[in-house]
Every structure is written in structure tokens, then in C-alpha cells.
């Protein structure tokens, strides 16, 4: 498709499990971002991507969190061992500009509930 | 580093009122400053945008000036619509290697 997919759009997974959530950006775009959007937290700064390399990994919120990027492309998130406090959507967005300018392209998101 | 601050909400008009959500920033240099929107079951999309001081962004009948001297870019729209119930996440961009900020997002409800 055009525009940025997410997979899964939800996921319940049991707490301790590990879980990868996958971002597909829109062909071509150089820089990828995963927030998190939690109630009434709004959206909170996880990861950037600029081609493969991460020059700002600042919001990840603890080392049970990673994310990596291969070919420029597909980005993967890893959550490991998850605790409630996880549960959240997860976005991922692209952009072709690296630019101070570029609008930011979502996906739908991933629902994340941890039991 | 950089932050936005927009009013939490939720924010309840009657349809055709005017609406004003605030935002302001802090940032370095001289970011672009953007207001996003998430309609109900949607992912975010970008509402508007302003690059320079004393810009003005519009679309959909929505409007905000890029104000630096009072480090503000306020949403306003004259006459909203049922349509327009959303959360709408105010952001900024300092560029190169930084990320784009978010406010906490306003949610709008608009009712008949």
C-alpha cells in the first residue's frame, strides 16, 4: 500500500512475554520515529531512525526496549519480558524530509494490552 | 531540549461555536511548528503547518499563526462541526537529527 502499515493492529500477550510490533514506512522515506500513545499521556518519543542508524534513542524506557532497522525499510520494535505499565498504542511514522519542514506520515498504530 | 504545552481538554462546544486550543513551545533555533489531528479509529494526519515566524497555516477552515515572540501557535476555527470532534496534537520540529516533539494532545467534541 502507500502509506505506513503496522502489524499487528493488536496484540494481548501475557506479562513476561517478549513482543516485536513491525512498522512498514512509506517507500523511500529516509526517517522512521516510534512513539507511544498512552491515556492520557499523549505521545511520548521512543526511537528515530535516519536510514539504519538511530542518532536519537533518548525514549526508550528501559533497556527491555529495542528497536532496530534493516535496509533502510522495515523497522522492528522489541519489547521483552512486558510489564503491565507496556499497554499502550505504538506508533510509527516516516518521512521523506529530514528536514525541519516534513510532515510525518502515521501508520494505525499497535494496540499492545499486557494481562 | 524542546517541549510543547497545549491545554489537556477534553474540550465540549456546541456545533458553529468558535474554537481557540492553545499551544506554546519551547524550542532552539527556528522550529516549524505543525498541528496534527487523530479523528476516532484513525491515525494521526497533518491538520496544518508553519515554518517561519508570522506564517500562517490553514486547511479545513482551521487556522494558526507561527507567533515567536510570544513562542505560541494557536488553533482557532470559526465555526466547528460535528465532524471536527478529534484529538489534535500540536508539535514541532527543530530538524536534522531531532526528534518532532507532540504536545498531549486537546480532545475536541463538538455535539449538535
Known amino acids: 500500500g502507500a502509506g505506513v502499515s503496522q502489524s499487528p493492529s493488536n496484540k494481548v500477550t501475557e506479562k513476561g512475554k517478549d513482543v516485536e510490533l513491525r512498522c512498514d514506512p512509506i517507500?523511500?522515506?529516509?526517517?522512521l520515529y516510534w512513539y507511544r500513545q498512552s491515556l492520557g499521556q499523549g505521545l511520548e518519543f521512543l526511537i528515530y531512525?535516519?536510514?539504519?542508524?538511530?542518532?536519537?534513542k533518548s525514549g526508550l524506557p528501559s533497556d527491555r526496549f529495542s528497536a532496530e532497522r534493516t535496509g533502510g525499510s522495515v523497522s522492528t520494535l522489541t519489547i521483552q519480558r512486558t510489564q503491565q505499565e507496556d499497554s499502550a498504542v505504538y506508533l510509527c511514522?516516516?518521512?521523506?524530509?529530514?528536514?525541519?519542514?516534513?510532515?510525518?506520515?502515521f501508520g494505525e498504530g499497535s494496540r499492545l494490552t499486557v494481562l | 531540549g524542546n517541549s510543547v504545552t497545549q491545554m489537556e481538554g477534553p474540550v465540549t462546544l456546541s456545533e458553529e461555536a468558535f474554537l481557540t486550543i492553545n499551544c506554546t513551545y519551547t524550542?532552539?533555533?527556528?522550529?516549524?511548528l505543525f498541528w496534527y489531528v487523530q479523528y476516532p479509529g484513525e491515525g494521526l494526519q497533518l491538520l496544518l503547518k508553519?515554518?517561519?515566524?508570522?506564517d500562517k497555516g490553514s486547511n479545513k477552515g482551521f487556522e494558526a499563526t507561527y507567533r515567536k515572540e510570544t513562542t505560541s501557535f494557536h488553533l482557532e476555527k470559526g465555526s466547528v462541526q460535528v465532524s471536527d470532534s478529534a484529538v489534535y496534537f500540536c508539535?514541532?520540529?527543530?530538524?536534522?537529527?531531532?526528534?518532532?516533539?507532540f504536545g498531549i494532545g486537546t480532545k475536541l467534541q463538538v455535539i449538535p
Open positions: 511514522a516516516s518521512t521523506l524530509d529530514r528536514g525541519r519542514s516534513g510532515e510525518l506520515f
Open positions: 517507500s523511500g522515506h529516509t526517517a
Open positions: 531512525f535516519q536510514g539504519n542508524s538511530a542518532p536519537d
Open positions: 524550542a532552539t533555533g527556528y522550529p516549524s
Open positions: 508553519a515554518t517561519k515566524a508570522d
Open positions: 508539535a514541532l520540529n527543530s530538524g536534522g537529527y531531532q526528534k518532532v516533539t
